[in-house]
């Protein structure tokens, strides 16, 4: 079984995409469990290669038989077994809370939803587990095709967001693949490790060089780097509740995570920091994000919006850690890139408990919550305390490890910057959580008669939020055991 | 009994307090059993550390190369036994206040206050700088409630000033905890500092040093970083009384003994001359808060800046660093405790009981509260640092120190504000004995009306114990023995 483990993590998805849609139009009440049961399966086959990876290192798999470099290979180590073990078990529990409001806006299609949203995962778990270039580029637009159907479900507005991103999701796609272009044109293969080997000779081709730039333009596009940015909000916004909290969380970590590969693997090491600018202009772009996005999430009264300036805003960070190009800045934002997807599902969610609940998004009316909603505001505060960065949390560490990293290669501003950024996080958070917990509900409006939702919906934010305490107590094994070994010397 | 105990007692304490808001007997009664076990751990610690074996637990690494780890060292027991043993006083004065006024949201109140203790405990055990920092941010946070408690436009006002500084504060500690495990230091706690290898690196070690101090200052209310003490005074007062005027603030005093002595240490500290800079603001602070607190006339106002002034003296003792300053700052620690809490205790039952807030209506309020104010006139003795109180041994010392490291002008400085502590403590005594009668009574005799016993009877023990403790400082809980261990371990050549 073992050496089928990065097919294993992909397969059940693929396949249950297109059962899913199946069996939706038969028995549409099949379609939610079935769905869980791929999510679950692709979990499972993560965890165990999380484990064997870091039991005897990479498992490489060749599709279909064909050796590389000429077949396309599935390659699964450290770093991709550690992001493909977050994106699937965040993606698990956001499905499983999720499932009451997907029947409430998308109730009369299960099967084509769930099966849009086991073909986005599909293409999200393939970027992470694929050694293949052009295999990037197919999952990919997988995975932003299945997206657009998604928010597109969301009708109304939705439809123009969907466009919006489909024309920015292209464009990020076109220019990924400009640069994949230019590097098969100067190397002859698609290859990850076999374009690493030949790259050393001609690194002082322009080609190169142009084909580092188009792709990291491109994936910049699609983590949503500011200036690169403005597609995002909308698009988490007027996508339907569900389609939002599942994306939020991974999408655009995945393609940080095909950055992050690209220094890892692609290029030689200190190539893109050394004789490029691709690592100053990511390190400069992800913490001037940072900053602007928590200002911006600053001036939203959107709880939506709020949360999608502030993914703006830790992605910045995340880029910031890649930029930096060091070991430890790399561990540092793969941890982020966890510490992030736990903390920002377990907002969503809870900001959709209110939703589905109130039928609010507006900060301003969500006065007196805290007491209509105990469980679903403690898991927002702690999430949101997370976010903040203060210790024991998850959050706390990232920002911990990530100035450490700074200050290791003697930049003062790094350090300055990510921890400033706290500081904004705690702005646009005690917004929201003065009108939660400080406020008295008016009387009559909707959230004086709220309660917390169902124990499936209420269940899983809560263990998104204890997991950001869980992590951040247990991040030196998580650190030293698991990241540092992957991300190599 | 292990140091771990002593800081999860009151963390754990929060969730029965939170699962009984129900029934408020039984919530109170967790609240004061809490109480009574952190102090019961906290004190059998005490016969371990007099001895020179303190007692110690380690928990498992929570930074690269630092544990989550407490000793009960001389200095941290001092703070640890001031903040446990006035909790067991507090919660019975808060029952009488909170009934009193029958304020809303106690259940969150008293889980907060049980919660804001456990990390004082914490930041008072922590071994190491990372756990110092971790109970140092859950302390900003445990409290926010209680400053926000009234949940009107003015507390929330103060909450967010509270936060911006206290949070800001948190990140300047942050950093240098980020750049001393990225120096590779092993920021474990040690008289007498564990910096000596970086000696000679100059711009590391004032980098390090402003960080560090700017973050202990805020929460020590060093000026200009302290207006988030005066605007926090909009919390309940048993909140003024404990923790901004005890666990809170004396955190960022303490913080200036761990960072003072136990990060750098006296001789790193001499060779950079940052002891004067420290000094110059503590100076200024003892001073200017002294002046301002006798314009006040809001009550806790006045009370709140002579804290400020107070918490400078003990910043001022640790940047002395004669040894004798060091027994006085250290002493000075559980001294302005033990006072202080006593007069937030009147300016509280006043509030609840005769519901006046100024200085300026208590004329004749003695007359109807005898005991209250009687409280009040002693512990304003010992603010002015007369014999035989607390604070008259601990301003000796501070002064005795300002003399043997030749800083005359500091022993000016004390003996000055001394002068002022009298000047804006007395007159509220003559004010409340003068022979009028209160509003609302027609005459002074027949008028004794006091607070609920369960808030006269603390401040009076409080009062008592500022006294008993200054006759003979070696009598009980061993604050003054302590302190001599500190001194001696810090500041041995």
């Keep these: 079984m073992t050496p089928h483990l990065p097919i294993l993590i992909i397969l059940p998805l693929l396949l249950g995409a297109f059962v899913v849609t199946l069996c939706g139009l038969w028995r549409p009440r099949s379609a939610f ?153 100067s190397t002859g293969t698609l290859n990850m490790a ?102 911006a999430a600053f001036a939203q009264s959107d709880l939506r919006r709020i949360l999608a300036y502030s993914s703006i805003a830790q992605v910045g960070l995340i880029a910031a850690g890649i930029g930096l190009a060091s070991p430890l800045a790399a561990a540092a934002a793969l941890f982020h890139v966890m510490t992030h997807a736990v903390m920002k599902a377990a907002l969503f969610l809870a900001a959709y408990s209110v939703r589905y609940r109130t039928g609010e998004v507006d900060i301003d009316r969500m006065a007196g919550l805290g007491r209509a909603m105990p469980w679903t505001m403690l898991a927002f505060t702690v999430a949101a305390v997370s976010m903040v960065g203060v210790p024991p949390t998850a959050g706390f560490f990232s920002k911990l490890y990530l100035a450490q990293a700074g200050l290791a290669e003697g930049l003062w501003g790094v350090a300055l ?49 204890s997991a950001t305490l869980v992590l951040g107590l247990a991040n030196v094994p998580i650190v030293t055991r698991l990241l540092v070994p992957a991300v190599g010397p | 009994m292990s140091p771990l105990i002593a800081v999860a007692v009151p963390m754990a304490a929060a969730v029965p307090i939170l699962l009984s808001g129900r029934r408020p007997n039984l919530r109170e009664a967790w609240s004061l059993a809490a109480a009574l076990a952190t102090a019961g751990a906290v004190w059998s610690m005490l016969s371990g550390t007099l001895a020179g074996e303190p007692a110690e637990s380690v928990l498992f690494e929570l930074a690269p190369g630092a544990a989550i780890a407490f000793r009960a060292d001389a200095a941290g027991m001092l703070f640890a036994m001031l903040a446990s043993g006035l909790w067991v006083v507090t919660t019975v004065y808060s029952i009488g206040y909170m009934r009193t006024l029958e304020e809303g949201n106690q259940t969150r109140y008293y889980a907060a206050f049980a919660l804001s203790v456990g990390s004082a405990v914490g930041v008072a055990l922590a071994a190491n700088l990372v756990t110092f920092v971790l109970f140092y941010e859950l302390l900003t946070l445990a409290t926010y409630p209680l400053v926000t408690h009234h949940q009107d436009a003015a507390s929330i006002r103060a909450g967010r000033k509270y936060l911006a500084y206290t949070l800001t504060a948190g990140l300047a500690l942050i950093a240098a905890t980020a750049w001393l495990l990225a120096l590779g230091v092993d920021a474990t706690f040690e008289a007498g500092g564990f910096l000596a290898e970086l000696t000679g690196r100059g711009g590391v070690l004032w980098g390090l040093f402003a960080l560090l101090a700017a973050g202990v200052a805020v929460k020590a209310a060093v000026m200009p970083l302290h207006s988030w003490l005066p605007a926090a005074m909009v919390a309940p007062t048993p909140v003024s009384a404990l923790l901004h005027a005890v666990a809170v603030v004396k955190a960022g005093a303490f913080g200036f003994v761990r960072v003072m002595g136990y990060v750098f240490g006296p001789a790193l500290l001499a060779d950079m001359g940052a002891l004067h800079v420290v000094a110059a603001f503590a100076a200024v602070t003892l001073t200017v808060g002294s002046i301002l607190a006798l314009g006040m006339d809001p009550l806790k106002q006045r009370l709140a800046y002579s804290t400020v002034s107070h918490l400078s003296y003990i910043v001022l003792g640790t940047a002395i660093l004669a040894p004798a300053a060091w027994v006085g700052a250290l002493f000075h620690m559980a001294a302005h405790g033990v006072t202080k809490i006593t007069l937030f205790f009147c300016a509280g039952a006043i509030h609840a009981h005769a519901h006046k807030d100024r200085v300026s209506q208590l004329d004749g309020i003695g007359w109807r509260m005898p005991w209250t104010m009687a409280a009040f006139a002693l512990a304003s003795l010992g603010m002015a640092g007369l014999p035989p109180f607390m604070m008259f041994a601990s301003k000796w010392y501070l002064g005795a120190g300002a003399v043997d490291a030749a800083m005359v002008p500091f022993l000016a400085v004390y003996v000055l504000s001394g002068v002022l502590n009298a000047a804006y403590l007395f007159p509220i005594v003559f004010r409340a004995f003068r022979n009028v009668p209160v509003e609302g009574h027609a005459e002074r005799s027949a008028s004794v009306d006091e607070a609920s016993g369960l808030m006269v009877v603390p401040l009076m023990i409080t009062a008592g114990l500022a006294l008993v403790l200054g006759l003979a400082p070696d009598a009980a809980f061993g604050f003054m023995e302590l302190a001599l261990d500190v001194s001696a371990a810090v500041t041995a050549p």
């Excluded at chain 1, 095709?145 to 991103?165: D, K």
């Excluded at chain 1, 333009?217 to 996508?239: I, Q, S």
């Excluded at chain 1, 269940?459 to 939020?465: D, G, I, K, T």
């Design chain 1, 33 to 185: 469990p079935l769905a869980i049961l791929a999510v679950g399966a692709s979990a499972a086959a993560s965890i165990a290669s999380l484990v064997e990876t870091a039991r005897a290192g990479a498992v490489r798999y060749a599709l279909g038989g064909w050796a590389p470099p000429v077949g396309i290979e599935y390659v699964v180590d450290g770093v991709s077994a550690f992001v493909a073990t977050v994106v699937a078990a965040v993606a698990l529990l956001v499905l499983t809370a999720t499932r009451r409001m997907a029947d409430r806006e998308m109730g009369d299609r299960p099967g084509l939803f769930y099966g849009a949203v086991l073909m986005m995962l599909t293409g999200l778990l393939g970027i992470v587990v694929t050694g293949d270039l052009f295999n990037v580029f197919v999952f990919l637009e997988i995975s932003s095709l299945a997206t657009y159907a998604l928010i597109f479900m969301g009708g109304g507005r939705a439809m123009i967001a969907a466009f919006r991103y489909l024309i920015v999701g292209t464009l990020g796609g076109a220019l990924y693949l400009l640069g994949v272009g230019y590097l098969y044109f």
């Design chain 1, 194 to 295: 076999d374009t690493a080997a030949r790259l050393p000779e001609i690194l002082d081709s322009p080609a190169v060089l142009a084909g580092a730039a188009l792709i990291f333009a491109g994936l910049g596009v699609k983590t949503a780097l500011v200036p690169l940015h403005w597609w995002l909000p909308d698009a988490y916004n007027y996508a339907p509740s569900p389609v939002t909290a599942l994306m939020a969380p991974i999408a655009t970590k995945v393609a940080a995570y095909a950055m992050l590969r690209m220094f890892l693997t692609v290029f030689p090491a200190g190539y893109l920091a050394e004789a490029t600018p691709v690592a100053t202009v990511l390190l400069v772009v992800g913490l001037g994000g940072a900053v602007a996005g928590g200002a």
């Design chain 1, 417 to 465: 910057v990510v921890l400033v950024s706290g500081l904004l996080t705690a702005a646009y958070m005690v917004r929201i959580l003065e009108r939660v917990y400080l406020r008295d509900a008016p009387d009559g409006g909707s959230a004086a008669e709220a309660a917390d939702p169902p124990a499936d919906m209420l269940a899983p934010a809560l263990v998104l939020a």
